[in-house]
Structures are given as C-alpha cells and as structure tokens.
C-alpha cells in the first residue's frame, strides 16, 4: 500500500513561517516592547535562544567626562591589506603603518593651527583616503598617487565625522556645536548630512599635450565635490555624535540623550537612526548604553559600541537591531578588549570591527566563547499569504504524527504545542491557562510545562529524514539522542479521547535552555491525516465508541483510544518502510540519487562521466542523457549535449555550432575570433584581399579587389583546372563542424566542451572548437535580440605571466594600499 496517497506532510520553514512571541524582560532592564527570546539564524536555517540580555555597572562620577575626550579623538583607518593610517600629534601628520618596521608619514599639517588637525580618516570603497582636515574641508588622496592632493567642502558645513559610501564617496555629519547645552526645540543648530562625491582627473589625462591635440573644456566628467543631502531641524535633546555604515549601505546615525532634569548630563540611553535617503527613521534605543563614543557594524543586523563605564574601562557591547522605533537591548556575548589604548574603532571595510591596542597595531573584536543565553523563548506559526496555514483539508483530518530535526544539548529541550481549528482564527493564545486549547509534546532533558504524566515525549530516529531517501536539512552530523531527527505521535494529554482531530493546526515552540547552552530547531513537520490501523484491519468494535463533549473530559483514556496508539508503535515503523518502496523511483531519478550511486545509474545506459566534470553538473548531464541519445551523431545531439554541459550556453549564444558546408555561399564577417591560417580553404580570400560579406549582397571591404570572390561566381566562365578547384574547395567545406566558443570558460570548461563535443560527434565529422575574444560575432550569431550573445563586461585582473593578455581583460597597476611601500614593492 501506498502511505503517500493516504496522508500529507508539510514542512515550517524556520525562517519564513515563525513569528517570536516577545518574551519577559530582565527586572532590572525596564523595556517598553521587549524583543523576542528566539533568534532566526540565517546562515544556519535554524531558530535557537537568543543571547542573554547583559546587564552594565556604571559609575557617574567622571565617566561622561572621560566620554566626551573619547569621542574627540581621531579614529583611524585600516586597508585590506592590513596597514593602517593614523594621526600622530607629535609629528603633526598622518602615517602610515604596516608594510615595515617604521611608520611613513602621509600628510602633514601645521602645528600652530589646531583647527587644521584631521578629526578623522577613511578608506572609502573606491580605494581613496579621505581626511576631514578641519575648517570644513574634506581631502582626497589616491593612494597610488594617480593624482593631486584635492580639497572639497560645503558652504556653512563644518565635515567632522565620516563613513564611506557603498558607491564610491563618503558621507559626513559636522562636528557638535555643543555636548554640554544640547539643542532645544528653537535652537538653530540642524541635523545635516553630507556626501563627497566624484573623484579627480588622473595626471596622464592633465599632462602637456602637443598644439594641434584637440583637448575638450571640462575633462573632469566627474569632479570632486560636495554637496548636502540632509538637512533637518534639530533633534531636541538629542546630539549627533557618530556615522557607520552597514555592509549592505545602511547610514546609521548614533546619538547622546541627555536628561532634561539635569542641564548638561546624558542620563537616557543613545539612540540610532537610519537616513533614508530623505530624512531620518524613527530611533532605535540601546538599552544601557550611555555616552557611547564610538560604533560600527558587526553584520547587517548587529552593531558593536564602545562604552566608557568609569574613569579607566572601556568596554564593547554588541545589539541586536530590530524595527525603527523599538529598544535594543545589549548582547549577552562578551568582547574582551586586550591591550586596549582607549580609543575609538578603526574604520575598515571589512568585518570584524578593529581597535587600536597600545602598541599602535590593530586588533581584531571578537567575541570570548563563553555563550550566555536566555534560559527560555516561544515562537509560532504565521499565517498570511507568505506562510500559509498547516491545513489538514477536512474538519475531521486527524492529525497523526510530528517530526523535528532539532539539535538538543544535555540539560536543554523542546516543548511543542500544539492546537486545532476548523476556522482559520488562532486559538486561545494562554497554553497553560487553557490545556484543552493547546496540547503539550515534550522533546530532550526539560520536564513538561505542567503537571501531567501523560505527556508525550519523542524519541530519536536514526534516519536523516522520515521524507524517503532524504538527507534532512541539518547540516551538522546526527548524534543519538542529541542531534537529528526526533518524532512523537500527536496526542491530547491527559484526555478521554486523545485524538487531535481538526482543520487547521496551529503550533507554537518554546525552546528551553540551561543558560550555557542552547536548543537550536531546524525543521517541524506535521502529517495528516492519520492511516489508522484499526480503522482499516480490525472489526468496527475495536473503534472509537465516545464522542462529543465527553471525549474531551479529563481522565484515563478509553481501550479503543489506548489501542489506536498501541498500534501507532508498528504503525511508526511499518509506514516509513512502506514510503521507501513506494518511493523507489526516486532511486533512479537523476536529481534524486544518492551521490555514490550516481555513476551505477550512468552505467544502466551506458553513459560516462569525464573525469574533469564537476558533481553539480553531473545530475544534469544525467537528466539531459534520454534526450540526447536518440540525437547522437546529428547536429541537434551535439547542441543538447554541448547546452547540458554548459548550462544553457547554446540556448543563450555562448556556444555557436556552425556546419561549414553553410558556408559555401555566405562568406560571414567573423569578429573575435582567430582563423589566421592560411592553408584553411574557408580562409585564404579573407586573409590576402581582406573581401568580406555577409549574406550574399552585402561587401565590407575594398571593391577593387574581388580576386577570391570571382573564382567562385556562377555565371563566370572558368577553366578545367579552375573548375576542379572549385570543388576541391567544396569537397573539403564537407563533413566539418566548428563550434565558436564566445564566452568567458576558463581552461578547464573549455577543455570539457572540447572533449564533449568530440565524443557527441560523428565519426566521420571533423570537428574543431575554436575559442572566441569577443562575444559579439556578426554572421555567426548577428540577429540583435534573438540569437546575438553579448557577454558581461570582465572585470580587471591581475596580470600572469603566460596566461594573460594585454589589452583585453588584463591590466598592470599597483594595488592600493595606505602605506606605499607595499605597492612600491618595498
């Protein structure tokens, strides 16, 4: 029997169909809206305990003056390279570190002008160092030296901090008018935003040119500038003091709060904003974090911020960012700072964050691996459009059997609740004030939420997945009793009539931990509706015989409810088998087979694998072999094997397949590619009068020179020897396929579309495939919108010796670094 045509399974993507349920904030961490106790791990697929919310001591006295020092100091900047540049006061400049035992100097500024000390450096992403210089100035250095030192600024706008742009650029927020008197609601200090742009003209472009060289007015298409793109009224009781932005191009804008009790003094928590690209978000409050006076991004949802809790510790707290207008409150994750000088963050554009320790030399935020987590936390299902309901298909679907791919560490487990409803309206939400509403499944070391023997608890399966033949979405190895796939027949614990019967199921989670350690669930299914033993084996006396409200009475289950649950043991392990024989095509399915018996499949029709082709692509050869077969040896077998091979290049044009006998009349244009052989009959016309033409009317090329094409004119008469030339040179246009390769395969696919197309020709064809340096080929593939491939654009690369060649894709230039003696290969 079939046990798939008898029953459903669906799966509740952690990601996609749970909602956390807010849990219960600490009682000394007072939260309007506390946020949820679960953590969606995107890069896991799984749901577990978020961190435990951490708890700071303060001390009043001096800390907010030992703040506002903080947050005037200069960050600096750090290269992928791992150099750094910095301001030295000493020397009044910025150097540069990294490449050698001595620092470089980069700029230097006058000493006796205070007011033209940088307030801050950055490497933005176009590879150029920007420097606040005071005055309101913002200077631009290449660091290849590809052009001049170059000053911009901004009429009324005084650029103090800075943060690079995603696109090239920076942006900027001026320095605090004050940190003692913050604006009030008339005050007419504003909140403004700026943003450098545009980059300026190499010297090779400025250099002397002879007289008569035409040079344009304007050569700089894109010149240095900047320019506004915020400016609003001021944020009352609120002071500006920091920018980062986020690897995905967040602007983030962090800010002190001050008490409006006590003049001058930030009791409130900071507070982050977003710039939308036309004004501000509504704030993020990080939960006890006073006078922070640096910041920058951990991941697209988390920040680091320093905190200066007394007159000698600084420590880094980490966020978790929610939706604008709600609290954060800090990570119980802990970042040790070691050899910490006390200043602010490097800016750098790649993650982890780095801090300056006392040496001068950077160092790397990592957190200390002693986890800290939330000892509890619930989620639920959604139901919406995006995630629809767990729908059985019929008031009386019973629902049969749950499955979990969980990890469960010692001293942690999994509750699952589980409810039902014939409308699509969510149930009593109170788990423990209704149980007839929700019915408790225990999972792993954790007691159930309530006194009840009867609970249900699952047990571990060996098997990946209960799906036939499938590996499970873990991606961590089973462990018995730990880690894996975990099932527990549905139940109503502690009723007459056990059975959950109803429409709609709803689910809701709560996960359970010992404070170190953590559940983490991967996947819960639920199927229904229910293949009951006795219902199809036994005599109708053996059934249910109470119904109504009395099987929901509380109390000993009924023999004929303990019966369907006694053969629920067999049932559990009968079925599975009977899926996986049901399910035996999927064996010699070639997207379905298992990895080790993909070349005993290939076998049965006897193809083979090159050796050079990789894993992913052999299922799709194999799904593509039935049809290639019946087409081996023609030239439509020859594309749809070529097309498999390369994922759809055929198809696309990156693969043109060209039978020469077509050539006889249509001489075409070929461009990219090289066929400068001489002893080639399709060749030797082109190559020594340089005629071509497309089609049949169309020439391209000198009139006066048709020696070529006149050999080959019908209506003009030609000698024997002529004649027998002619068709020597037909003879050998016969049996001959080129196949154009026009796009960027490097030397292994190129070697693998060869030796595929060797093998998937016939015998008595000579074949060549010729390697293209330009994707458009007119003639060949010249149909714009149709037939005519154009590829990307390839990107730079570094030059190798053998492989590269100049002109094309490949370009010599010295990397960018701050100190530059690494690009001077010093």
């Given at each position: 029997?079939?046990?798939?045509?008898?029953?459903?399974?669906?799966?509740?993507?952690?990601?996609?169909?749970?909602?956390?349920?807010?849990?219960?904030?600490?009682?000394?961490?007072?939260?309007?809206?506390?946020?949820?106790?679960?953590?969606?791990?995107?890069?896991?697929?799984?749901?577990?305990?978020?961190?435990?919310?951490?708890?700071?001591?303060?001390?009043?006295?001096?800390?907010?003056?030992?703040?506002?020092?903080?947050?005037?100091?200069?960050?600096?900047?750090?290269?992928?390279?791992?150099?750094?540049?910095?301001?030295?006061?000493?020397?009044?400049?910025?150097?540069?570190?990294?490449?050698?035992?001595?620092?470089?100097?980069?700029?230097?500024?006058?000493?006796?002008?205070?007011?033209?000390?940088?307030?801050?450096?950055?490497?933005?992403?176009?590879?150029?160092?920007?420097?606040?210089?005071?005055?309101?100035?913002?200077?631009?250095?290449?660091?290849?030296?590809?052009?001049?030192?170059?000053?911009?600024?901004?009429?009324?706008?005084?650029?103090?901090?800075?943060?690079?742009?995603?696109?090239?650029?920076?942006?900027?927020?001026?320095?605090?008018?004050?940190?003692?008197?913050?604006?009030?609601?008339?005050?007419?200090?504003?909140?403004?935003?700026?943003?450098?742009?545009?980059?300026?003209?190499p010297r090779e472009v400025l250099r002397e040119r002879a007289p008569p060289v035409f040079r344009p007015r304007g050569e700089e298409t894109d010149p240095p500038?900047?320019?506004?793109?915020?400016?609003?009224?001021?944020?009352?009781?609120?002071?500006?003091?920091?920018?980062?932005?986020?690897?995905?191009?967040?602007?983030?804008?962090?800010?002190?709060?001050?008490?409006?009790?006590?003049?001058?003094?930030?009791?409130?928590?900071?507070?982050?904003?977003?710039?939308?690209?036309?004004?501000?978000?509504?704030?993020?409050?990080?939960?006890?974090?006073?006078?922070?006076?640096?910041?920058?991004?951990?991941?697209?949802?988390?920040?680091?911020?320093?905190?200066?809790?007394?007159?000698?510790?600084?420590?880094?707290?980490?966020?978790?960012?929610?939706?604008?207008?709600?609290?954060?409150?800090?990570?119980?994750?802990?970042?040790?700072?070691?050899?910490?000088?006390?200043?602010?963050?490097?800016?750098?554009?790649?993650?982890?964050?780095?801090?300056?320790?006392?040496?001068?030399?950077?160092?790397?935020?990592?957190?200390?691996?002693?986890?800290?987590?939330?000892?509890?936390?619930?989620?639920?299902?959604?139901?919406?459009?995006?995630?629809?309901?767990?729908?059985?298909?019929?008031?009386?679907?019973?629902?049969?059997?749950?499955?979990?791919?969980?990890?469960?560490?010692?001293?942690?487990?999994?509750?699952?609740?589980?409810?039902?409803?014939?409308?699509?309206?969510?149930?009593?939400?109170?788990?423990?004030?209704?149980?007839?509403?929700?019915?408790?499944?225990?999972?792993?070391?954790?007691?159930?939420?309530?006194?009840?023997?009867?609970?249900?608890?699952?047990?571990?399966?060996?098997?990946?997945?209960?799906?036939?033949?499938?590996?499970?979405?873990?991606?961590?190895?089973?462990?018995?009793?730990?880690?894996?796939?975990?099932?527990?027949?549905?139940?109503?614990?502690?009723?007459?009539?056990?059975?959950?019967?109803?429409?709609?199921?709803?689910?809701?989670?709560?996960?359970?931990?010992?404070?170190?350690?953590?559940?983490?669930?991967?996947?819960?299914?639920?199927?229904?509706?229910?293949?009951?033993?006795?219902?199809?084996?036994?005599?109708?006396?053996?059934?249910?015989?109470?119904?109504?409200?009395?099987?929901?009475?509380?109390?000993?289950?009924?023999?004929?409810?303990?019966?369907?649950?006694?053969?629920?043991?067999?049932?559990?392990?009968?079925?599975?088998?009977?899926?996986?024989?049901?399910?035996?095509?999927?064996?010699?399915?070639?997207?379905?087979?298992?990895?080790?018996?993909?070349?005993?499949?290939?076998?049965?029709?006897?193809?083979?694998?090159?050796?050079?082709?990789?894993?992913?692509?052999?299922?799709?050869?194999?799904?593509?072999?039935?049809?290639?077969?019946?087409?081996?040896?023609?030239?439509?077998?020859?594309?749809?094997?070529?097309?498999?091979?390369?994922?759809?290049?055929?198809?696309?044009?990156?693969?043109?397949?060209?039978?020469?006998?077509?050539?006889?009349?249509?001489?075409?244009?070929?461009?990219?590619?090289?066929?400068?052989?001489?002893?080639?009959?399709?060749?030797?016309?082109?190559?020594?009068?340089?005629?071509?033409?497309?089609?049949?009317?169309?020439?391209?090329?000198?009139?006066?020179?048709?020696?070529?094409?006149?050999?080959?004119?019908?209506?003009?008469?030609?000698?024997?020897?002529?004649?027998?030339?002619?068709?020597?040179?037909?003879?050998?246009?016969?049996?001959?396929?080129?196949?154009?390769?026009?796009?960027?395969?490097?030397?292994?696919?190129?070697?693998?579309?060869?030796?595929?197309?060797?093998?998937?020709?016939?015998?008595?064809?000579?074949?060549?495939v010729k390697l293209a340096s330009k994707p458009l080929m007119v003639g060949v593939a010249s149909l714009i919108g149709i037939d005519t491939y154009l590829g990307?654009?390839?990107?730079?690369?570094?030059?190798?010796?053998?492989?590269?060649?100049?002109?094309?894709?490949?370009?010599?230039?010295?990397?960018?670094?701050?100190?530059?003696?690494?690009?001077?290969?010093?």
């Amino acid at each position: 029997m079939d046990a798939n045509q008898l029953r459903f399974w669906m799966l509740a993507d952690p990601l996609r169909q749970w909602e956390p349920i807010p849990g219960t904030p600490p009682p000394d961490v007072p939260q309007e809206e506390p946020p949820p106790d679960v953590y969606l791990d995107a890069s896991r697929r799984s749901v577990r305990l978020a961190s435990s919310p951490a708890t700071i001591s303060w001390e009043e006295t001096q800390s907010q003056v030992h703040a506002e020092q903080l947050l005037f100091r200069t960050p600096g900047t750090l290269d992928a390279f791992g150099t750094w540049a910095y301001l030295d006061l000493a020397a009044s400049a910025v150097m540069a570190a990294g490449a050698g035992a001595q620092p470089i100097r980069l700029l230097t500024f006058d000493p006796n002008n205070p007011f033209t000390l940088p307030s801050d450096l950055v490497l933005g992403h176009d590879d150029v160092l920007y420097v606040a210089a005071g005055g309101g100035k913002v200077l631009l250095k290449e660091p290849r030296d590809r052009w001049e030192l170059t000053t911009v600024s901004a009429e009324g706008f005084d650029a103090w901090r800075l943060a690079p742009a995603p696109q090239g650029g920076v942006f900027a927020i001026p320095r605090p008018t004050s940190l003692t008197a913050p604006p009030g609601p008339n005050d007419a200090t504003r909140v403004q935003l700026a943003r450098v742009s545009g980059r300026p003209v190499p010297r090779e472009v400025l250099r002397e040119r002879a007289p008569p060289v035409f040079r344009p007015r304007g050569e700089e298409t894109d010149p240095p500038r900047m320019s506004l793109v915020l400016d609003a009224p001021p944020l009352e009781g609120e002071v500006i003091v920091g920018i980062a932005t986020s690897p995905e191009g967040r602007v983030a804008l962090l800010s002190w709060v001050y008490d409006a009790t006590r003049a001058g003094t930030t009791r409130d928590d900071a507070r982050l904003r977003f710039f939308t690209g036309r004004g501000l978000t509504a704030p993020i409050t990080l939960k006890q974090a006073r006078r922070p006076f640096s910041f920058a991004w951990l991941s697209a949802d988390r920040i680091a911020v320093l905190l200066r809790v007394d007159t000698e510790t600084v420590i880094a707290v980490a966020y978790t960012l929610g939706k604008e207008g709600q609290a954060a409150a800090p990570l119980g994750d802990y970042y040790p700072l070691t050899a910490h000088d006390g200043g602010p963050f490097l800016h750098g554009l790649e993650s982890p964050p780095r801090y300056r320790t006392l040496d001068g030399s950077p160092s790397p935020l990592h957190p200390l691996s002693l986890p800290s987590f939330v000892t509890e936390g619930s989620m639920r299902n959604m139901a919406g459009a995006d995630a629809p309901l767990l729908d059985g298909g019929s008031p009386r679907a019973v629902w049969h059997r749950l499955y979990l791919e969980a990890s469960i560490p010692p001293g942690c487990g999994i509750r699952v609740f589980l409810a039902t409803t014939n409308t699509p309206l969510r149930p009593n939400d109170d788990m423990n004030g209704q149980p007839r509403n929700w019915h408790e499944h225990v999972f792993g070391d954790v007691a159930p939420g309530r006194a009840a023997n009867h609970v249900p608890r699952g047990v571990w399966l060996p098997s990946p997945s209960e799906v036939p033949f499938h590996s499970g979405l873990m991606p961590c190895t089973p462990e018995p009793q730990r880690r894996g796939l975990f099932t527990a027949l549905i139940q109503r614990a502690g009723l007459r009539v056990r059975t959950l019967r109803g429409r709609y199921l709803w689910v809701k989670v709560q996960l359970v931990g010992d404070g170190r350690s953590t559940p983490e669930l991967f996947a819960l299914r639920a199927h229904a509706p229910r293949f009951s033993y006795a219902e199809h084996y036994l005599p109708e006396l053996y059934r249910e015989q109470l119904f109504g409200e009395e099987a929901n009475d509380e109390g000993p289950s009924t023999p004929a409810d303990f019966l369907e649950r006694f053969l629920g043991l067999a049932e559990g392990i009968l079925t599975p088998l009977e899926d996986r024989i049901a399910s035996a095509s999927l064996l010699t399915e070639p997207r379905t087979v298992p990895e080790e018996s993909l070349e005993w499949l290939a076998n049965w029709i006897g193809f083979s694998f090159d050796s050079a082709l990789p894993r992913e692509r052999r299922r799709q050869m194999m799904e593509a072999a039935p049809r290639i077969r019946p087409w081996r040896g023609t030239l439509r077998g020859l594309s749809l094997a070529l097309d498999a091979l390369t994922q759809g290049a055929v198809t696309q044009g990156g693969l043109v397949i060209v039978e020469e006998f077509r050539l006889r009349r249509t001489f075409s244009t070929i461009l990219g590619i090289d066929l400068t052989d001489e002893d080639d009959p399709l060749l030797p016309g082109l190559y020594r009068s340089g005629n071509s033409f497309v089609g049949d009317t169309l020439f391209l090329g000198d009139e006066q020179h048709k020696e070529f094409l006149a050999l080959f004119g019908e209506d003009i008469p030609k000698t024997a020897q002529e004649e027998a030339a002619v068709e020597e040179f037909f003879l050998r246009l016969a049996h001959r396929v080129t196949v154009l390769v026009h796009q960027d395969f490097d030397a292994r696919e190129f070697g693998l579309i060869q030796r595929m197309a060797e093998l998937e020709s016939p015998a008595h064809v000579s074949l060549s495939v010729k390697l293209a340096s330009k994707p458009l080929m007119v003639g060949v593939a010249s149909l714009i919108g149709i037939d005519t491939y154009l590829g990307p654009t390839s990107k730079p690369e570094p030059m190798r010796v053998g492989h590269s060649a100049l002109g094309s894709k490949n370009l010599i230039e010295r990397p960018p670094s701050l100190d530059p003696r690494l690009h001077a290969g010093g």
